[in-house]
């Protein structure tokens, strides 16, 4: 293992992973990168001021000035007071709580916005600066929720179905002229478990595999079946199409793609 050059994964590395190993070797290990959008970047700092917001506010810091500063900051936390989640009564509320957990010769990494716990039950809380996402089911199969479920029972030693994970959108839509849900609480199980470990230990086990024949043989990653839908559709594109040789012949090809799903991934703050 000492050859690896990538060992700790957090969730963001296992959902690239699981979406297009050769995407991952791209990222993380060609160290490729693209330009970034200026109102993309301007979101992601949004977020980061956000979570340090609620971060000071759940250990009773000062937060005023961060709130004078911006506007946005302003009604994300309006929102918050005005529709909060249902958040458990625990004796015990940590906020950014990082743990890891050795697996198959990586590191396990999660950080978790807030961690309450009380008694034999835990609540992991998760804020998003966007608005809920139509398909639930994204959400339940996101790595995010799976890595930091899975990370509460193993590191914290809670039952399964003690465990819960409750994620609070601070932009919700107009439904019915009523204001849309704008949490999800997913709840634990023993079966959902075992199913995640199953799938970390195959998925691990092929990253180790492919990480050896990389730096040993300089062989590259898998790609994805082009008939997988991940590479392209006509309103989709992967930005390493071009480096991995995968861009449409003709524009008959993004035609001929029109109708067909494709794989929606949650955003991430």
């Known amino acids: 293992m000492e050859s690896l050059p990538f060992l700790q994964l957090s969730q963001g590395h296992l959902q690239i992973l699981e979406t297009c190993p050769r995407k991952f070797q791209?990222?993380?290990?060609?160290?490729?990168?693209?330009?970034?959008?200026?109102?993309?970047?301007?979101k992601q700092e949004l977020g980061k001021q956000f979570h340090q917001l609620?971060?000071?506010?759940?250990?009773?810091?000062?937060?005023?000035?961060?709130?004078?500063?911006?506007?946005?900051?302003?009604?994300?936390?309006q929102h918050f007071?005005?529709?909060p989640p249902l958040l458990?009564?625990?004796?015990?509320?940590?906020?950014?709580?990082?743990?890891?957990?050795?697996?198959?010769?990586?590191?396990?990494?999660?950080?978790?916005?807030?961690?309450?716990q009380s008694g034999d039950r835990a609540q992991i809380v998760d804020w998003k600066t966007y608005r809920r996402p139509l398909r639930t089911q994204a959400i339940q199969q996101h790595w995010q929720t799976r890595l930091y479920?899975?990370?509460?029972?193993?590191?914290?030693?809670?039952?399964?179905?003690?465990?819960?994970?409750m994620y609070w959108f601070a932009e919700s839509t107009p439904e019915d002229s009523k204001p849309a849900q704008n949490w999800l609480s997913i709840p634990y199980s023993e079966s959902m478990h075992q199913q995640t470990r199953e799938t970390l230990e195959k998925l691990l086990v092929s990253l180790r595999s492919w990480m050896q024949d990389f730096t040993t043989k300089h062989q590259s990653f898998p790609q994805v079946a082009l008939?997988?839908?991940?590479?392209?559709?006509?309103?989709?594109?992967?930005?390493?199409?071009?480096?991995?040789?995968?861009?449409?012949?003709?524009?008959?090809?993004?035609?001929?793609?029109?109708?067909?799903?494709v794989i929606a991934e949650v955003s991430l703050d």
């Not at 490729?32 to 993309?40: E, G, I, R, V, Y």
């Not at 937060?63 to 946005?72: A, E, F, N, R, V």
């Not at 906020?95 to 950080?111: I, K, W």
């Open 54 to 77: 609620m971060q000071q506010q759940a250990l009773g810091l000062e937060i005023q000035p961060l709130l004078d500063d911006s506007p946005k900051l302003q009604g994300w936390f």
């Open 81 to 83: 007071q005005d529709s």
């Open 88 to 116: 458990m009564t625990g004796e015990f509320r940590q906020s950014e709580y990082q743990c890891t957990l050795p697996l198959e010769g990586f590191t396990l990494t999660a950080v978790f916005d807030l961690l309450i």
């Open 149 to 165: 479920l899975f990370m509460a029972a193993e590191v914290l030693g809670y039952a399964t179905d003690r465990i819960s994970m």
């Open 227 to 261: 008939s997988a839908q991940k590479c392209w559709s006509k309103t989709q594109c992967c930005p390493f199409v071009t480096h991995c040789h995968r861009t449409p012949d003709s524009a008959t090809d993004l035609e001929d793609l029109t109708n067909l799903g």
């Open 26 to 42: 791209s990222i993380f290990l060609d160290n490729l990168t693209l330009p970034q959008p200026s109102l993309a970047s301007e």
